[in-house]
């Protein structure tokens, strides 16, 4: 088993009359880069202030590669724990090799000069931050990203065996967002440097780190890899929010979809609703009309699409069926079954080719009023069997064609209003 880097003993500690955390207690071993997340306000910098010495325990005990932190130095602190703090700032005119230079003061003695030692751990922070090329510009003329690769770069000159950064990324772009923890997820793999990271961003916390920690109300509420913190409950729980936990397809780590904070206009008299969809075309239309109030159920959708992941979230009863299999009369019997009662029955925007052609069967029967999204016309496969289908169910029963979602919404408001009076 790998060295125990850090051990959190029911770690409490707060500011004045307030207490912040409550007996934190966990263990992080050589070569982890675990990130710490939580809401504003639950304790994820104060841990790290605790670590770093800056702020003194109201209880519980913090190890340091086997050392109580409590009897450590500074200077011998800083020799295992470097920090990476939101921002740095330089009053004077340092560039930023000198800045760089500062990260070996654990190392140096007063009034002695640089060691070829200091040199070479400095030179190869800079190059490993790829800030060796701009050593003799001010740190007050970069921009932000090189401002925090240069930060990065003081504290690698420590030579720690633990980093501690205090969400590195909060201040910058998406493109210094992520070149930044690309450096961090470098140095982790191949110097095996230990990482705890305070992050905001879930997604980027969930793509990088091998485990997470979730703080909530100063302790700990859940500790693993991302596919066991990064899920509906927590992150509910965490950001009172409705949103979507889903698999990203390129890193293969959950990520969350943020959908709404505030909810939209109820309806006094909600309407039942049947949603006829496929391809993923119905998930705006579905989120809103769930998040208005109205009583929904969905047609045949494949599993693992995102028609049935949404409908699975929303609990909206629906039919599912295997991927890229048709439509059968079965399948269309018990989609017939739900809507049977419905006040209306919407054709979303979705393509109809062999395989799913059936959604449209026994419709003439139903009491819903049909609702057609027209893209499905540009979406058809069918070789013209959906426009015949199409003429040979409105003979029967009217069909509202509509251009867009938002469209739709405005005539079912009519109907909702008619339902009031």
């Excluded at 930023?96 to 030692?117: D, H, L, T």
């Amino acid at each position: 088993m790998r060295e125990e880097m850090l051990c959190l003993q029911e770690v409490a500690a707060g500011y004045g009359e307030k207490t912040v955390l409550q007996g934190v207690t966990a263990s992080i071993r050589q070569g982890e880069f675990v990130a710490l997340i939580g809401s504003n306000g639950t304790g994820k910098s104060t841990l790290l202030k605790c670590i770093s010495g800056l702020l003194p325990l109201r209880g519980g005990q913090i190890g340091i590669c086997g050392k109580d932190n409590r009897g450590l130095k500074p200077r011998e602190r800083a020799r295992l724990v470097a920090v990476v703090p939101q921002s740095y700032a330089v009053e004077y005119a340092f560039t930023v090799e000198e800045v760089v230079a500062m990260g070996r003061y654990p190392y140096q003695r007063f009034g002695k000069r640089e060691s070829p030692e200091d040199a070479a751990a400095i030179r190869q922070a800079m190059e490993v931050t790829n800030t060796l090329e701009f050593r003799e510009r001010l740190y007050n003329e970069l921009s932000g990203g090189e401002r925090q690769r240069v930060i990065l770069a003081r504290a690698l000159a420590q030579r720690p065996q633990i980093l501690l950064l205090d969400e590195p990324t909060s201040a910058l772009d998406i493109h210094h967002q992520t070149e930044v923890m690309e450096l961090i997820t470098q140095l982790n793999r191949e110097e095996g440097l230990t990482v705890l990271a305070v992050l905001h961003d879930v997604n980027m916390a969930s793509r990088y780190c091998g485990r997470m920690i979730l703080l909530r109300d100063g302790k700990v509420a859940a500790d693993g890899e991302p596919a066991a913190i990064v899920t509906k409950k927590n992150m509910e729980e965490l950001y009172q929010m409705k949103l979507l936990i889903r698999q990203n397809p390129l890193f293969h780590k959950p990520e969350i979809v943020p959908v709404r904070v505030l909810r939209g206009k109820q309806v006094a008299h909600p309407l039942r609703i049947h949603v006829i969809c496929g391809g993923d075309g119905a998930l705006r239309i579905l989120e809103e009309l769930d998040d208005r109030g109205h009583i929904l159920t969905a047609g045949v959708v494949n599993e693992g699409s995102g028609d049935c992941d949404l409908c699975r979230y929303l609990q909206i009863p629906h039919v599912e069926i295997p991927p890229f299999t048709p439509v059968t009369w079965q399948d269309q019997q018990r989609n017939l079954e739900m809507m049977r009662d419905a006040d209306v029955i919407l054709v979303a925007d979705m393509p109809f080719g062999e395989n799913n052609l059936m959604n449209l069967e026994g419709l003439e029967q139903m009491k819903g009023q049909i609702f057609f999204h027209k893209n499905a016309l540009s979406g058809d496969y069918t070789g013209g069997r959906l426009v015949e289908r199409l003429q040979q169910l409105g003979e029967k029963k009217k069909i509202a064609y509509f251009g867009d979602h938002d469209a739709f919404l405005e005539q079912l408001q009519k109907l909702t209003d008619g339902k009031e009076e």
